[in-house]
Every structure is written in C-alpha cells, then in structure tokens.
C-alpha cells in the first residue's frame, strides 16, 4: 500500500469532495511521488514525517473552514446550547475546586482575594478544560447521530480548546505561577520548574542528562512531555466525548463512562509518581508514557464509532 492512501480514506470522512480535489489529493500525491522517488531509508522516513505533518495541518484548517458555517446555523440549536452551558458549569466548577487551596493560603497570609484568585485562573485551567470539553459534548449530543458535521465540529472545538490550553500552558502559567509565588511570599522568589517555560524545562533536562543526574533529568523531561501531552488532552477529551455519544446508551451510562474514563486519566499520572525517574532520562519514554493516555483515549473513541457505523450498517441490511 502507498503511503498516504489510508491518510486520505480517512480525511473522506471529514473533508467534502472540494477539499479532496484541491487540497487532500494533491499533496497526498506529491507525498508518494517524493517517497517513491528518493532511495535513502532516512530520507524516506523524513519524507513521511514531513508529509504527514503538512496533511494534518490541512486537515486542520479543511475542517476549520468547513466547519465556521455550520457552527453559526447551529447556534440556536438547543443541544448546541445545552452542551455550552453544561460544559461553562462544569469549568466553573473544576476550576473553582482547583484554585481553592491555594487561594486559601493565599488568604491566610492576608491578601486581598482578587488578585491572588486571576493568578491562579491560568495554572487550572488547562487542567478543568479537557473535562469541561468531554462533559459539553456528551450531554449536548446525547440521543443524536455523530453525522459528519457534527464530527467536523467537535473536533474544530478540540482544536480550539488545544491552541488555547498551548497558549496559557506556554505563556501564562510560568508568569502567573510567579507572581503567585511572589504575592504569598511578599518578596523576591527564584523560579521553580513551573515557573519558566517548557522549553527552558528541557534545555534543562538535556543538560542534566548530559552531567549524569538522570533523576533530576527523568523528573525534567517527563514535566516537559507532560505539559505537552496536556495541551492535546483537549482535543483528545472532546473526542472521546463524540465516541461516547456514538454508543447510544442511557445518561446514567454515559455519565459513567465519563466519570472512569478522567479518573483513569488523572490516576495514571499519579501513579507514574511511583515510576524510578531515571527511567524517564530516555526522552523518548517520557514521550511514550506521556501521550499514552490521549493515545488511548483517541483508540477508544475511533472504537466506539468504528461499532456504531457497523451496528448502523447491520440495522440497514
């Protein structure tokens, strides 16, 4: 089988026939005819991650474009309204849960509320989203069928809700988490690892790596990875959300599967705490147990639609 030719079975399911002809086909085609024509292993390997990148990226913005219409049309619909508000209550909700220790600390050391309280919006809110996303999607689309367009909008909120937590996870965290630190101390405080960017994380795990301290270099790149693997649990959350509603099964179901599924999530971190560091200075385990959740996660879901469209498939014949 070519390169790509699955890629592009599996973007007929999410682009029309426009995107397929101008966008899809074309570079899949220049992406077999570039890995078809060069000889080196390498080359060929950096041809694909090159190729598959660039289909994503389109793939992206094809449902992104397709999608800005039908989310307007939708606007008054009422399940769209009912997942909105289910998924702002249940953030308002996490986020509050999350912030109320600290800010208790905060409290007692006789701050004013407010400050210490927009400080610690950013370090919670990457963490509430991924559920708020999940729960939005199940109770708006339960008892509906995951048509196309509904699969083109839910993963285009997945998407936004990932470039958002990028964004306050690269940016607003390290900043927030200082002036925090700084407000309760009421004085100058040195930075800690989750007060400097990500990316000054791993520079700092490769260096300790390379001085031998492989605790401190697993702890460091394991914090990197993970924050990254936060980023995509959004999208991931969102997804399993619209494979959820693909099971047709009673809210009290649903509800339980939601419920197991982020405790999963949240106890396979906490139980990693328990794994010998120096395991993670192999970056590319610290990938791999990182992502591993979003990963299934994602397999889950394509599990529960890949059921439902053979289920439909059977009632049809």
């Given at each position: 089988m070519s390169p790509g030719t699955r890629l592009r079975n599996?973007?007929?399911?999410?682009?029309?026939?426009?995107?397929?002809?101008?966008?899809?086909?074309?570079?899949?085609?220049?992406?077999?005819?570039?890995?078809?024509?060069?000889?080196?292993?390498?080359?060929?390997?950096?041809?694909?991650?090159?190729?598959?990148?660039?289909?994503?990226?389109?793939?992206?913005?094809?449902?992104?474009?397709e999608t800005t219409g039908t989310l307007h049309a939708r606007s008054s619909d009422a399940a769209m309204r009912r997942g909105l508000a289910s998924a702002c209550g249940v953030m308002l909700f996490l986020t509050g849960l999350l912030a109320t220790p600290p800010l208790v600390q905060s409290l007692s050391r006789g701050n004013q509320i407010v400050w210490p309280l927009l400080l610690l919006l950013p370090q919670a809110l990457p963490l509430s989203l991924p559920v708020s996303l999940l729960v939005g999607v199940v109770y708006g689309l339960h008892g509906r069928i995951p048509t196309r367009t509904v699969r083109r909008t839910v993963v285009l909120i997945g998407l936004v809700g990932s470039l958002a937590s990028f964004a306050t996870i690269t940016w607003l965290v390290?900043?927030?988490?200082?002036?925090?630190?700084?407000?309760?101390?009421?004085?100058?405080?040195?930075?800690?690892?989750?007060?400097?960017?990500?990316?000054?994380?791993?520079?700092?795990?490769?260096a300790d790596r390379n001085e031998g301290r492989f605790d401190r270099a697993g702890i460091l790149f394991f914090a990197f990875h993970a924050r990254r693997?936060?980023?995509?649990?959004?999208?991931?959350?969102?997804?399993?959300?619209?494979?959820?509603?693909?099971?047709?099964?009673?809210?009290?179901?649903?509800a339980a599967i939601c419920l197991v599924g982020s405790a999963v999530y949240v106890g396979y971190f906490f139980e990693l705490r328990n794994v010998s560091p120096s395991l993670f200075s192999n970056e590319r385990v610290a990938v791999l147990l990182a992502w591993f959740p979003n990963a299934l996660m994602l397999i889950t879901s394509g599990a529960f639609l890949s059921a439902r469209e053979h289920t439909s498939l059977r009632e049809t014949t």
């Open positions: 599996w973007a007929c399911r999410w682009c029309s026939k426009t995107a397929m002809d101008r966008l899809i086909d074309p570079m899949i085609a220049d992406l077999q005819h570039e890995h078809a024509t060069t000889s080196g292993w390498w080359e060929r390997c950096w041809i694909l991650v090159k190729g598959y990148a660039a289909f994503l990226t389109v793939l992206a913005i094809c449902v992104a474009v390290p900043a927030a988490n200082q002036a925090f630190r700084v407000t309760i101390a009421k004085s100058v405080v040195v930075h800690g690892m989750n007060e400097v960017s990500p990316s000054s994380v791993r520079e700092q795990a490769v693997a936060l980023v995509g649990a959004a999208l991931a959350f969102a997804l399993f959300g619209l494979g959820i509603t693909a099971l047709r099964t009673s809210p009290a179901a649903c």
